[in-house]
C-alpha cells in the first residue's frame, strides 16, 4: 500500500472490495495486451492506484530477456516537468519565489523568456519556442548545450508571453536553472531530497538503475527494431531526464490527489490542477495548469502528463474525483497506443468497480450566525440556495435552471473567496444593518436579498413602489 499524509483511508465496509474483481484485472491486462500488439512496442507496464493504493499492475514484453512489470523503469520524458513544477511551488510556499514576477528576477544571464513570469513558464504560455537550438536535444548529448545561451536559436521568442499556449522545452530548461539558483544545488538533486525520497520513489532517477528497458525504433513496415541513444540532456533535462517506474508513478499519483505535507500541501497541488491555459467552457476538451496537463476524456476530468523521449512514451492520468490513476511505460519511439492505453485502463476501473462515496456526516459544530445565512436568497428574481459546508465553507447554487454556481472559501476577515466557475477569485460577504441585523450579500457588486425585489431591500436602482403587477 501506498503510504502518504492525506490519503483515502480504507473503511470497514470496503476491506472485502481492496482486491479488484477477476473480471476486471483480467479486462485490465487484456487492455493492456491489446495495447502492447497494436502498439508493437518491445514492452509495456501498466499500474491502477484507486485511493493512495496500487490495486493493479500488469506487464507484457520483455526487456534484456526479462519479463517486465510495475519495478522496470522506463524514460519517462515530459512527465519530469511535473516534478519540477512541484520543486517550483515549494518554493513559493517557501516564500522564496513568487509565480507573478519576471522569469529575469531569478535568473539575471536569461537569454530569452526573461519578461515572462514564472507562472507563464509553468503553463507553456511564455511563447518561447517548442525546442532547443542545434540538433535533436532529445538525441544528442547536453554538452553541446551547456550554458542558457545555447538553448536558444535566433527565433526563441516566438509569442507575446501570455498570449496563447504554446508548448516549450526550453522554457521548462529555465525553470529547472531557477530551482538551481534558489537551491544552490543541481536540480537533480534537490528533487531528490525534496520530493522522491519523502514520497518513497526509490526507483525514480534521473540515469537508468537496473532492472530498466531498453528504448527501441519499431521500423514503420517491418518488425524490425533500432536502439535509440539514451543520453545524458544536461541543461534539457529538466524537460524529459527522468527514469521511473509503474509503481513509483503510482506513488506520484496519489500525492497529485491529496498531497502530502511533507512535499507540498493539498491546496497547492489543487491550483496546480487548474487550467492556466486553454477553454474553461463546459465542452473544453483539454488545458495546462502549473505543470499539469488537464483533460476531459469519457465526460471525466483528468489531470497529469504524457512524456516521450528516443525509444519510449508514457502517460500518467489521474482522476481526482474517483480517487483513481492509471500509468502506462513502454519502450518504443512514437508509441500512439500507450495515451489511450491508459485511458481505458482508468476507464475500466471506474466504470466496472466504481468508488464508494464517502459516509454522510454531521458537521461536527455548527456556527448560528452562519446557519441563519443559509437557504434561498434572490439575485433580483433568480433564486439562489447558499448551503454550509465543512469550515465554514459556503456553496452557492441556483434554486432552478440555469445560473451561476460556486464554491466559497472562508477568510479570516469575515469574508468568502469563490473558488470555481464565474465568481472564482470574488469576494462573498455579508452586509449588515445599522443595527447589526443582516441586509443582503454583496458577491462581487451583485446583491442578493432574502426576497424577490422585495420592498425596503438594498437594491440598487431601487424597487418600484407599485411592487408586483
Known amino acids: 500500500m501506498i503510504t502518504h499524509r492525506g490519503h483515502h483511508e480504507e473503511r470497514p465496509e470496503e476491506k472485502q472490495f481492496t482486491e479488484l474483481l477477476p473480471e476486471t484485472r483480467r479486462a485490465l491486462l487484456h487492455r493492456l495486451a491489446l495495447g502492447q500488439r497494436e502498439g508493437r512496442t518491445p514492452s509495456m507496464t501498466g499500474a491502477v492506484m484507486r485511493d493512495g493504493r496500487v490495486v493493479w499492475s500488469g506487464g507484457r514484453g520483455t526487456t534484456g530477456g526479462e519479463a517486465v512489470d510495475a519495478d522496470t523503469q522506463y524514460r519517462v520524458g515530459s512527465i519530469t516537468k511535473t ?85 516549450s522545452n526550453p522554457g521548462y530548461a529555465l525553470l529547472g536553472a531557477v530551482v538551481e539558483r534558489l537551491r544552490g544545488e543541481p536540480w537533480g538533486e534537490a528533487l531528490r531530497r525534496e520530493v522522491l525520497l519523502p514520497l518513497g520513489m526509490h526507483r525514480t532517477s534521473t540515469a537508468p538503475e537496473a532492472p530498466y528497458a531498453e528504448g527501441w525504433a519499431v521500423h514503420p513496415w517491418a518488425d524490425a527494431l533500432l536502439p535509440e541513444p539514451a543520453v545524458d540532456t544536461g541543461r534539457m533535462a529538466p524537460a524529459g531526464q527522468l527514469w521511473s517506474t509503474a509503481g513509483d508513478l503510482c506513488r506520484f499519483a496519489a500525492f497529485l490527489l491529496d498531497g502530502d505535507e511533507r512535499v507540498l500541501g493539498a491546496a497547492s497541488v489543487a491550483e496546480m490542477r487548474v487550467p492556466e491555459s486553454g477553454p474553461e467552457d463546459p465542452g473544453w476538451t483539454s488545458g495546462y495548469g502549473l505543470g499539469l496537463q488537464v483533460a476531459r476524456r469519457n465526460g471525466r476530468t483528468l489531470v497529469g502528463h504524457t512524456g516521450s523521449m528516443p525509444g519510449f512514451v508514457a502517460t500518467l492520468w489521474v482522476s481526482p474525483e474517483e480517487g483513481l490513476a492509471a500509468v502506462v511505460l513502454a519502450n ?138
Open 83 to 167: 516534478f519540477v513544477a512541484v520543486l517550483i511551488m515549494r518554493l513559493r510556499d517557501e516564500g522564496l519565489l513568487d509565480l507573478d514576477a519576471p522569469l529575469r528576477t531569478y535568473l539575471d544571464d536569461v537569454p530569452e523568456g526573461g519578461d515572462a513570469t514564472v507562472a507563464q513558464l509553468l503553463s507553456h504560455t511564455a511563447g518561447l519556442a517548442a525546442e532547443a537550438r542545434g540538433p535533436w536535444w532529445e538525441r544528442t548529448d547536453g554538452e553541446l548545450r551547456p550554458e542558457l545561451a545555447d538553448l536558444f536559436g535566433e527565433r526563441s521568442q516566438l509569442h507575446r508571453a501570455g498570449r496563447r499556449h504554446h508548448y
Open 332 to 469: 518504443r519511439t512514437s508509441c500512439f497506443e500507450v495515451a489511450p492505453t491508459a485511458t481505458d485502463l482508468l476507464n475500466t476501473v471506474a466504470e466496472r468497480e466504481p468508488r464508494f462515496p464517502a459516509p454522510w456526516q454531521p458537521l461536527a459544530e455548527v456556527d448560528p450566525a452562519l446557519l441563519a445565512l443559509t437557504g434561498p436568497w434572490y439575485w433580483g428574481a433568480t433564486g439562489f440556495a447558499l448551503r454550509l459546508g465543512t469550515g465554514r465553507a459556503l456553496e452557492l447554487s441556483p434554486l432552478a435552471g440555469g445560473g451561476r454556481a460556486s464554491r466559497f472559501r472562508p477568510e479570516e476577515d469575515g469574508t468568502w473567496t469563490g473558488l470555481d466557475g464565474y465568481y472564482a477569485g470574488e469576494t462573498l460577504k455579508v452586509v449588515r444593518t445599522d443595527e447589526g441585523a443582516v441586509s443582503h450579500l454583496d458577491l462581487g457588486t451583485f446583491v442578493f436579498t432574502r426576497e424577490p425585489y422585495e420592498q425596503g431591500s438594498a437594491v440598487p436602482g431601487g424597487v418600484d413602489e407599485a411592487g408586483w403587477r
